[in-house]
C-alpha cells in the first residue's frame, strides 16, 4: 500500500514527518514510564521530578502532531490509507499524551512515597506491572511500524494480564491497609499509582485498535477484553474479605 | 424473518434504474470500455472517477447514445435502463435522451432567452399543451435548477449573459424541464469557480430527490461530497464500484487506492 | 577548476547568460532582436504603403476620367411638330406615323436650334447652318421621335425639348476636347466650339446631372453621348436574382448535408476535395460550360440573363458552400451536444441551433459570392452577352430570356470603341460597378453585425 510514492512528493514528507514525531513521542512516553516505575522502586525524588518534567516535552509534541494533522488535513485531503494515517495519528498521539500525563502522576507520587515508610514488595509489583504496560506500548509502536495487525491483536489481549496484576495488587494493598492502619496513607497512593497504570494499559489497547484500523479500515468488532471480576465487582470485594 | 428479506430484495431490485453488464465500447479499432458491468440506483449520486483517458466519459455517454453522433462508435453488451435494452434497434435515440438528459462539462446554454433554453425541450416533446403549461414547467424547471430567484425577472433576457455558475445550473435546469429519469453530468463543475460549484453541487443534492443522477468528475472531494455510490475507472475497466464512504476510506483494490490518494495519475 | 585555464571564459558567458547583469543595459542579443523586429516592422508598413497607393491610385485615375460621365451637355430648344411632315394623311395613325424615320425629323430639330440661337440674340458669325445643325447629337432626332409615337395627339403643337448635344460639344465642356485638338479634329471645327462658348452664357446649352447614363441603352459607336447602362443594369440585376435564388439554397442545401448528415468515406472526401477545386477553376470554363450545355444542348437564347445566371450560379456555388460549411463548422460542438442532450433530433438541432448561429456566416458568403458573380465578365462573353442590346428586356421573369447586357461586360464593350468618348463611359461604367459592389459589402457587414451572437 505505502510502496508507492505519492504523485506529489511533499505530501509524503508531510505524512513521514508526522509520523516521524508520533514515534519520537511514544519513545518518550515509554521512558517516562519506565523511569517513573524506576523511581517508586528506588525512592528516587530527583528522577521522579525529572519525569514530571520530561511530561512537558510530551505535551508539546502532541501539540505540534496535532497541529501538523490539522494543516494536512486542511491542505492535502487525505483519502484511504492517507486518511487513516493521520487519523490514526492524531488518535494515538491523544492516548500518548494520556499515558504520559499517568507517568507523571506516578512520579507525583513517588515523591509523596518518599516520605512515607515503604511496604514491603509492593513496589517491585507496580514496577512488575508498569513493565508490562511498556512492553506493550512498545509492541504496539511496533505494530504500527510494521502496520501489523496480528501484533497489534496480541498487544490487545496483553491488556488482560495487566488488568489481573491490578485485581491482585488491589487484594494485596486491601489485605496491608486491614494488618495496619498506618499503612493506609501508603497504600492509597500505590493503589492509585496501579490504578494509573491500569488506565495506561487500556490506553495502549486503544493505540493497537487504531493500529489494525489503520492496517484494515475496520475497528475491531469484538469489545477490548475485560479483566474478569474488576474491583467494582461486589462478589470480589466478598470473596477477598473472606 | 425470510418475508422480510425477499421484500427488501425486491425493493432492490426496483430501485436499479440502469443495468449495465459486459459492457464494450469501441471507439474504431480502440476498445475503450472493456467488460463494464455497473446497476445505477434510482434516486441516488452515483459518480465516475478515474484517471483521463479511462473511460468514465464513454461510458456515461453510452448512458444515452451520445456516443452515436461519433463515427466508428460500436457499443456491445447489455445496457437496459427499468429493463429495457437502451441499443435495440426499436429505441430511437431521441427518446431516450428526452428520458436521460445530460448536462456538459461547459455550460452550454443556447444563444437564446432564459424562457426559451428551458422551453426548447417541453416544445419539441410536445409535453405542453398551451403557453400557461409551458410556463409553469419553465419556471418549476428553474425552480428546480435553484434559479428562479435570481433570474425570474428577467426571462426574456439571453441566457449567455448569465454567469458561468447560473449558466450551468440553466443547463441543468433545462435537462430537468423534459422529464428525465436519469441525469448524466460530464464534469458540470470543471468550468465553475468554488462558490458556483458548491451551488451546483446543493442543486445536485436536492436533485437526487427525483432523478438518479450520474456524474463524471475529475475532483474526487466533489465526488466524495455529492455521491452516495462511486465508480473507479481505469485503463476502460470498472476497477471497483461501490458505496462513496467505503471507497474514499478503505477502497478494497489496491489501483483504487493508489488513485485517490495521490500515487498514480 | 581554477587551474584550467579556459575556466575564466567559460564563467564569463556562463553569467553574461543567466543574469547578474543590470536590467538597465540592454545586451547584444537583445538589441539585435530588437532591429530585426524594427526592420519587419518597416517592412510591413512599406508593403501597407504599396498597396494603398495602388488603390489610390487606381480610384484616382477611374474616378479622374470616369466622373465626367455623370454629367451630360443639353441643348434646350422648342420644336414646332409640323403635321406636314409627320402625319401626311392626317388621321394620327401611330402605325402610319412610325413610318416616319428620324430622318424626317432632323430639319425639324435644326429649325427649332436656330430659333433657339436666333432668340437667345447669339450672333451666328463665321459659321454655316450645316456646322451648327452638326452640334446637335445624332441621337436628338430619335429622342423627338420617341416622344411623338408616345403621344401622337402632340402633332401640330410646339414642344420644348431638351436634346443631347454632340459627343465633341459635350467633351469640349469636360476638357477632353480644346480648341487645338478641334482643329485637327474633322467631326469639330473651333467654330463651333465658340459658338457653344456662347449658347452656354446665353443658357441655351447647359451641362446638368446626367440621369439618362443610368436608364438608357447602349448606344452606336457614333453617338457615345447617348450611351446608358440601362439594359445592362437590367441584366446585372436579372442575373443576380437568378443567382440569389438558386445558388443560396442550392448551396446551403448542399453544405449542410455534407456538414452534418454525410458519413465520412471516400465518396465524400472525394466530393469535398473537388468543390474547393470547383472554387479554383477558371470562370472561363464555366463559360464554356454554359455555352455548351445551356445554349448548345439545352437550347436557351443568347445573351439571355437566364443563361448568364445559370453560369454564374455554377460559379458562385463553390464560394457559398465553402464559406457556408466554414461558418457551419465554426458553431461550437457544444451547442450541437446540448441540443442532442435534451432529446432534439439532428434534423431540429441543425435547423433549431446550428443554422441560426451560422447565418451571419453564411450571407456574408453569399453576398461575396454574388459580388464576384456580378463583376465576372468572361464566361458572360462566351455566351453571347457581349451583344449589342438596344431593347430593354420584359419584365421577368419572360425578361430573363430576353437579351441584355450586363455591367463588366458593358465595360469590356465600350473600352473596345474607337471614340475617346467611350472610355469616358467605360469609366463611369466601373464606378457603377464598384458602388453596387461596396454596397454589397456593406450590406454583408451589416448583416454580420445584425445577426452576430455571441455564445
Given amino acids: ?242 | 424473518m425470510k418475508d422480510n428479506i425477499e421484500g427488501r430484495k425486491l425493493v432492490d431490485q426496483m430501485d436499479v434504474k440502469f443495468e449495465t453488464r459486459d459492457v464494450q465500447v469501441f471507439y474504431g479499432e480502440t476498445h475503450a470500455i472493456k467488460d463494464v458491468s455497473v446497476d445505477i440506483l434510482d434516486k441516488t449520486v452515483t459518480s465516475f472517477i478515474g484517471p483521463s483517458g479511462c473511460g468514465k466519459s464513454t461510458f456515461l455517454r453510452a448512458l444515452n447514445r451520445m456516443n452515436d453522433t461519433i463515427p466508428g462508435c460500436r457499443v456491445e453488451g447489455s445496457l437496459t435502463l427499468d429493463g429495457e435494452d437502451i441499443y435495440d434497434p426499436k429505441v430511437d435515440p431521441v427518446q431516450l435522451r428526452a428520458k436521460v438528459g445530460m448536462v456538459f462539462q461547459k455550460p452550454n446554454p443556447f444563444p437564446k432567452s432564459i424562457y426559451d433554453n428551458i422551453a426548447y425541450g417541453p416544445r419539441i416533446h410536445g409535453l405542453a399543451r398551451n403557453k400557461a403549461e409551458l410556463d409553469e414547467i419553465v419556471e418549476m424547471s428553474l425552480r428546480r435548477g435553484a434559479l428562479w430567484d435570481e433570474v425570474k425577472d428577467r426571462l426574456q433576457e439571453p441566457g449567455t449573459g448569465l454567469s458561468g455558475g447560473q449558466q450551468q445550473r440553466l443547463c441543468i435546469a433545462r435537462s430537468v424541464a423534459t422529464a428525465p429519469e436519469v441525469l448524466l453530468m460530464d464534469e458540470p463543475c470543471s468550468a465553475l469557480d468554488p462558490i458556483a460549484t458548491a451551488q451546483v453541487e446543493e442543486l445536485i443534492d436536492e436533485l437526487k430527490q427525483n432523478f438518479s443522477v450520474v456524474i463524471v468528475t475529475h475532483s474526487m472531494q466533489q465526488a466524495a461530497r455529492v455521491s452516495q455510490k462511486t465508480a473507479f475507472f481505469h485503463l476502460g475497466y470498472l476497477v471497483e464500484y461501490g458505496d462513496t464512504d467505503t471507497i474514499f476510506t478503505n477502497p478494497t483494490d489496491p489501483r483504487t487506492e493508489s488513485y485517490i490518494t495521490g500515487r498514480i495519475g | 577548476m581554477t587551474d584550467m585555464p579556459h575556466s575564466n571564459g567559460a564563467d564569463g558567458i556562463a553569467r553574461d547568460s543567466h543574469g547578474g547583469k543590470s536590467l538597465l543595459a540592454v545586451d547584444a542579443r537583445t538589441r539585435k532582436r530588437n532591429a530585426s523586429e524594427a526592420r519587419f516592422r518597416l517592412l510591413g508598413k512599406i508593403a501597407v504603403a504599396i498597396g494603398v497607393l495602388a488603390l489610390v491610385g487606381l480610384l484616382a485615375s477611374i474616378l479622374s476620367s470616369g466622373l465626367s460621365s455623370f454629367r451630360q451637355t443639353y441643348i434646350d430648344i422648342e420644336v414646332y411638330l409640323d403635321p406636314a411632315k409627320l402625319d401626311k394623311e392626317g388621321n394620327r395613325d401611330r402605325a402610319q406615323i412610325s413610318k416616319v424615320s428620324t430622318f424626317g425629323y432632323k430639319p425639324l430639330i435644326e429649325q427649332g436650334f436656330m430659333e433657339a440661337i436666333e432668340k437667345s440674340g447669339v450672333s451666328l458669325d463665321g459659321i454655316s447652318e450645316k456646322e451648327v445643325a452638326e452640334m446637335l447629337s445624332k441621337e436628338a432626332p430619335a429622342q423627338v421621335r420617341n416622344f411623338v409615337l408616345a403621344d401622337v395627339e402632340r402633332i401640330g403643337q410646339t414642344a420644348p425639348f431638351e436634346v443631347l448635344a454632340g459627343g465633341r460639344i459635350d467633351g469640349y465642356f469636360k476638357g477632353r476636347v480644346t480648341m487645338e485638338s478641334a482643329e485637327r479634329d474633322r467631326n469639330v471645327s473651333p467654330a463651333q466650339l465658340e459658338l457653344a462658348d456662347r449658347l452656354r452664357e446665353a443658357g441655351v446649352v447647359k451641362v446638368r446631372f446626367n440621369w439618362d447614363f443610368f436608364t438608357a441603352p447602349d448606344a452606336s459607336d457614333t453617338r457615345p453621348e447617348a450611351a446608358g447602362l440601362g439594359v445592362a443594369i437590367i441584366g446585372s440585376a436579372y442575373m443576380m436574382l437568378i443567382v440569389l435564388v438558386l445558388s443560396l439554397p442550392l448551396g446551403v442545401a448542399a453544405s449542410i448535408y455534407l456538414e452534418e448528415f454525410a458519413p465520412q468515406n471516400r465518396f465524400t472526401d472525394l466530393i469535398e476535395v473537388n468543390i474547393s477545386n470547383l472554387a479554383a477553376v477558371p470562370s472561363i470554363v464555366f463559360g464554356i460550360l454554359g455555352l455548351a450545355i445551356f445554349i448548345n444542348f439545352a437550347g436557351l437564347p443568347q445573351s439571355a440573363p437566364v443563361v448568364g445566371g445559370l453560369v454564374l450560379t455554377l460559379m458562385t456555388l463553390p464560394t457559398i458552400i465553402i464559406a457556408t460549411r466554414a461558418s457551419l463548422k465554426s458553431v461550437p460542438p457544444s451547442i450541437r451536444e446540448a441540443a442532442l442532450g435534451v432529446g432534439a433530433s439532428k434534423m431540429q438541432t441543425v435547423f433549431h441551433h446550428v443554422l441560426p448561429l451560422a447565418m451571419p456566416g453564411i450571407l456574408t458568403g453569399t453576398i461575396i459570392g454574388l459580388a464576384q458573380a456580378l463583376g465576372e465578365t468572361a464566361p458572360l462573353l462566351l455566351i453571347g452577352m457581349v451583344a449589342f442590346v438596344r431593347e430593354y428586356p420584359a419584365g421577368p421573369p419572360e425578361g430573363f430570356f430576353d437579351p441584355a447586357a450586363a455591367l463588366p461586360v458593358q465595360v469590356y464593350n465600350w473600352t473596345q470603341r474607337g471614340d475617346p468618348a467611350f472610355v469616358e463611359r467605360a469609366s463611369g461604367a466601373i464606378i457603377v460597378l464598384l458602388v453596387f459592389l461596396v454596397v454589397m459589402n456593406i450590406a454583408a457587414i451589416l448583416l454580420r453585425r445584425r445577426f452576430e451572437r455571441r455564445w
Fill in chain 1, 1 to 242: 500500500m505505502t510502496d508507492q510514492h505519492h504523485i506529489a512528493s511533499a505530501f509524503d514528507r508531510d505524512l513521514e514527518s508526522v509520523q516521524a514525531q508520533l514515534m519520537k513521542m511514544g519513545g518518550l512516553v515509554e521512558e517516562s514510564i519506565r523511569q517513573s516505575a524506576k523511581a517508586l522502586k528506588t525512592r528516587d525524588i530527583e528522577l521522579a521530578d525529572e519525569v514530571r518534567k520530561g511530561d512537558r516535552a510530551i505535551d508539546t509534541l502532541e501539540e505540534q502532531i496535532s497541529l501538523d494533522c490539522a494543516s494536512l488535513i486542511a491542505r492535502r485531503q487525505p483519502a484511504a490509507s492517507d486518511l487513516r494515517t493521520v487519523l490514526t495519528v492524531m488518535r494515538i498521539s491523544s492516548n500518548l499524551e494520556r499515558i504520559g500525563d499517568y507517568a507523571k502522576n506516578i512520579a507525583k507520587r513517588t515523591e509523596v512515597l518518599a516520605q512515607l515508610p515503604p511496604i514491603e514488595g509492593a513496589a517491585g509489583a507496580v514496577k512488575r506491572m508498569a513493565k508490562e504496560v511498556q512492553n506493550m506500548l512498545s509492541d504496539a509502536l511496533d505494530a504500527y511500524i510494521k502496520r501489523d495487525a496480528a501484533l497489534a491483536d496480541e498487544v490487545r489481549h496483553r491488556d488482560l494480564e495487566v488488568d489481573q496484576m491490578y485485581n491482585a495488587l488491589f487484594r494485596e494493598f486491601l489485605t496491608f491497609m486491614m494488618e495496619d492502619p498506618r499503612n493506609i496513607s501508603s497504600c492509597m497512593h500505590l493503589h492509585f499509582i496501579a490504578k494509573n497504570i491500569e488506565r495506561a494499559g487500556d490506553h495502549v489497547t486503544s493505540v493497537a485498535d487504531q493500529v489494525i484500523y489503520l492496517s484494515t479500515g475496520e475497528m475491531p468488532e469484538d469489545p477490548r477484553p475485560k479483566g474478569n471480576g474488576a474491583p467494582y465487582d461486589i462478589d470480589t470485594f466478598q470473596e477477598s474479605d473472606e
